[in-house]
């Protein structure tokens, strides 16, 4: 996987997390132009010549080796070696892109950090999405030498070293890398997710012999949001187009294509939103031309907005798999016993929505927007905090329960279409329709 500062896919995100992929740099151009500006520059630079936050007006001579100390300071359980993977990735790549100032001779050492499977300790608190210092900090003493890398297995002997110079600390931490790495990751899934839920969807349309109507290309046209199209047109595909035999359809099947269109078409705002952060300079200071320019690129209020959006987006779509799991328990629109039951009186299916209601309490509980709450901190220097990175865990914590209210569905759906079986435990039933679906979390 080249990396070039501006290509960058969640979908490349995720492949280098979790897939082995090995990355190489297409030029360090860029990089070296900001850092040569950047051993030019006079007078007060931020982290560079002055202490950071609230210190900001304040002279210092080499701040930086103490400010990666003093910031290196993450709680809470480790995160997975995967995640740990992709945020170096994301913040090599946002170095390729040039306006760090770093020295670029670091960047080979972070591909080779990726490629042979070397990750930085970095544990799950310590950032509210204006950058993630303390990840980054961990990184960077890793690379000093005075923390130790982790590695699954034994360690090659060429362990990930440079000698960062006290003008490369903040810029090397000036960077929400990790919060943009879960982003990445939670987007690619969902969108397996929710491909995968219309095929689901397709199931149980044919097992309570539901109305194609809706789906139709000319009700498409007269409202046309694009998701909703797609969504329509690849249902509308997966049935058959014989008559109704229902005038109106409750809203788990009539108005699939609107609700879960309109969750295909905030991921892919969210998915954009992301891919442009991957691939852009978000150093404070930027160095760009002969100049230092102080900034606020490092908020990510975009990020915590498209992310709170989706999973608000996520939840309306999972609550029609809940509809449409209740008709398929239902004999007014199965001709089935209730609960799908071998004999009149047995559960059947019952537990199936126990099931699929506790998971869908989960994501209305994750669907709290984050982009509500702020923080005043440093003396009241930093004023405002976007709190994606909160955002972007809570979108990784949707993946779960949201295939779980999916495969739910997809079991009672396949149940629809077999002979009833004697009542029995469902559990492996649910799990190989987990399995069947993507996206499920590591």
């Known amino acids: 996987?080249?990396?070039?500062?501006?290509?960058?896919?969640?979908?490349?995100?995720?492949?280098?997390?979790?897939?082995g992929a090995r990355v190489t740099i297409s030029s360090l151009d860029r990089a070296r132009a900001a850092w040569?500006?950047?051993?030019?520059?006079?007078?007060?630079?931020?982290?560079?010549?002055?202490?950071?936050?609230?210190?900001?007006?304040?002279?210092?001579?080499?701040?930086?080796?103490?400010?990666?100390?003093?910031?290196?300071?993450?709680?809470?359980?480790p995160i997975s070696p995967a995640r740990a993977r992709a945020m170096l990735v994301v913040r090599l790549n946002q170095f390729v892109a040039g306006g760090s100032g770093i020295d670029p001779a670091v960047l080979p050492v972070l591909a080779h950090a990726v490629n042979a499977g070397f990750t930085p300790?970095?544990?799950?608190?310590?950032?509210?999405?204006?950058?993630?210092l303390t990840a980054l900090s961990i990184t960077a003493l890793c690379l000093l030498g005075e923390l130790p890398w982790r590695h699954d297995g034994a360690a090659p002997a060429d362990e990930p070293r440079f000698p960062l110079a006290s003008s490369d600390a903040l810029p090397f931490i000036s960077s929400g890398a990790a919060t943009l790495a879960d982003a990445a990751i939670a987007c690619h899934r969902l969108r397996l997710l929710l491909e995968a839920a219309v095929d689901v969807a397709a199931m149980s349309f044919t097992a309570v012999d539901a109305s194609a109507e809706p789906l139709a290309a000319a009700v498409?046209?007269?409202?046309?949001?694009?998701?909703?199209?797609?969504?329509?047109?690849?249902?509308?595909?997966?049935?058959?187009?014989?008559?109704?035999?229902?005038?109106?359809?409750?809203?788990?099947?009539?108005?699939?294509?609107?609700?879960?269109?309109?969750?295909?078409?905030?991921?892919?705002?969210?998915?954009?939103?992301?891919?442009?952060?991957?691939?852009?300079?978000?150093?404070?200071?930027?160095?760009?031309?002969?100049?230092?320019?102080?900034?606020?690129?490092?908020?990510?209020?975009?990020?915590?907005?498209?992310?709170?959006?989706?999973?608000?987006?996520?939840?309306?779509?999972?609550?029609?798999?809940?509809?449409?799991?209740?008709?398929?328990?239902?004999?007014?629109?199965?001709?089935?016993?209730?609960?799908?039951?071998?004999?009149?009186?047995?559960?059947?299916?019952?537990?199936?929505?126990?099931?699929?209601?506790?998971?869908?309490?989960?994501?209305?509980?994750?669907?709290?927007?984050?982009?509500?709450?702020?923080?005043?901190i440093s003396l009241g220097t930093e004023e405002h905090a976007s709190f994606a990175t909160q955002a972007a865990r809570l979108a990784l914590r949707c993946l779960e329960p949201l295939a779980l209210v999916l495969a739910c569905e997809r079991t009672a759906a396949l149940r629809a279409r077999q002979a009833p079986p004697q009542d029995r435990p469902l559990t492996d039933d649910l799990e190989e329709s987990r399995r069947a679906l993507a996206g499920h979390p590591e």
């Open 1 to 19: 996987m080249e990396l070039d500062g501006a290509g960058l896919t969640c979908a490349q995100v995720h492949e280098a997390a979790y897939d």
């Open 220 to 376: 498409q046209e007269a409202r046309p949001h694009p998701g909703q199209a797609v969504v329509a047109a690849r249902l509308r595909a997966l049935l058959s187009q014989g008559l109704a035999t229902r005038i109106q359809d409750p809203y788990g099947f009539r108005a699939f294509a609107q609700v879960h269109g309109a969750a295909v078409d905030a991921l892919d705002r969210t998915t954009a939103t992301i891919e442009i952060d991957l691939n852009a300079a978000t150093e404070n200071p930027l160095i760009s031309g002969t100049l230092a320019w102080h900034n606020g690129n490092s908020h990510a209020a975009p990020v915590a907005l498209a992310l709170d959006a989706l999973r608000a987006a996520i939840v309306q779509t999972a609550q029609l798999s809940t509809a449409r799991l209740a008709a398929l328990m239902d004999p007014a629109y199965t001709g089935r016993l209730p609960f799908l039951a071998r004999q009149r009186g047995e559960s059947g299916a019952l537990i199936l929505e126990y099931v699929a209601q506790d998971a869908m309490a989960v994501l209305r509980h994750l669907a709290v927007p984050v982009t509500t709450g702020t923080a005043v």
């Open 121 to 132: 300790p970095v544990r799950t608190y310590g950032a509210i999405g204006t950058g993630d």
């Open 36 to 77: 040569a500006t950047a051993q030019g520059l006079r007078g007060p630079v931020y982290g560079r010549s002055t202490g950071v936050g609230a210190n900001k007006a304040v002279t210092v001579e080499a701040p930086g080796l103490d400010l990666l100390r003093s910031h290196a300071c993450g709680a809470g359980a």
